[in-house]
């Protein structure tokens, strides 16, 4: 067995999930060599650390705008059948072929943990696996379906806003980019769909008054962005 081959097998092998065979002749690589048998180590530590990280809390709503992004992802895969599909072998990440790629491996990690709660990227969570082109619409408008303030004991309260985004001019339906907006200050951002509602769920420490709220939109990728006020009942 030479040393690419090995490299090969040292998820497999930490993992236990080599056979008789294959476990024999890649320990008796190891036996002969220093240098796998010292990245072999360093690969087994590195997958213990990641076994011993903390679990990241989700950010709210992070299920709903997840199953939200998959249904709108399905009905895109339909209408483009003939496209070719794509696929992200996340496995592949801890199949390095040097223990600098495994490193890497658990930056990313990391990095991509503290992004999921910290930001809601544009594309929604399932917009980090897969990017499908989309139709451009030229009119992009946001069809209000409610927006209601609830408050509370403390003086403050919950924003609740149902929306989503109406069909491209084309008569294809498409998914446009939201900002939430208290003067200048970004409340939520987020992406909407013209084939399902969203609910935006805010808490405020004070009502808002009327003429602060509004709602960016624009598509994916574009610069343009068109603001809505939004009027809320009590």
């Known amino acids: 067995m030479h040393c690419q081959d090995a490299q090969e097998l040292y998820s497999d092998y930490v993992e236990g999930k080599l056979d008789r065979a294959l476990n024999v002749s890649f320990e008796n690589h190891l036996s002969d060599c220093a ?29 709903e705008n997840v199953m939200s992004r998959i249904s709108q992802e399905q009905v895109k895969a339909e209408e483009a059948s003939a496209r070719k599909r794509i696929f992200w072998d996340w496995s592949a990440l801890l199949r390095p072929r040097s223990l600098s790629m495994g490193l890497a491996a658990l930056v990313l990690m990391l990095v991509g943990a503290e992004v999921v709660q910290t930001q809601r990227a544009s594309l929604g969570p399932v917009g980090w696996v897969v990017s499908l082109v989309r139709p451009v619409s030229t009119n992009p408008v946001l069809d209000i379906q409610s927006a209601k303030w609830e408050a509370d004991a403390q003086g403050g309260g919950t924003l609740t806003v149902e929306l989503r985004a109406k069909a491209h001019t084309n008569g294809q339906s498409g998914t446009d980019n939201v900002k939430l907006l208290q003067g200048t200050t970004v409340l939520y951002s987020g992406a909407v769909s013209s084939t399902e509602s ?14 602060e709220l509004s709602l960016s939109i624009s598509e994916p990728g574009s610069e343009n962005a068109k603001s809505v006020p939004l009027s809320i009942t009590p």
Do not use: M, Y
Not at 198 to 211: E, G, M, Q, T, Y
């Open 35 to 63: 240098t796998c048998r010292t990245e072999v180590g360093q690969f087994r530590s590195l997958w213990e650390g990641l076994e011993e990280l903390p679990l990241a809390e989700p950010p709210a709503f992070f299920h």
């Open 198 to 211: 969203a609910i935006i769920r805010v808490n405020l420490p004070k009502a808002p008054s009327a003429d």
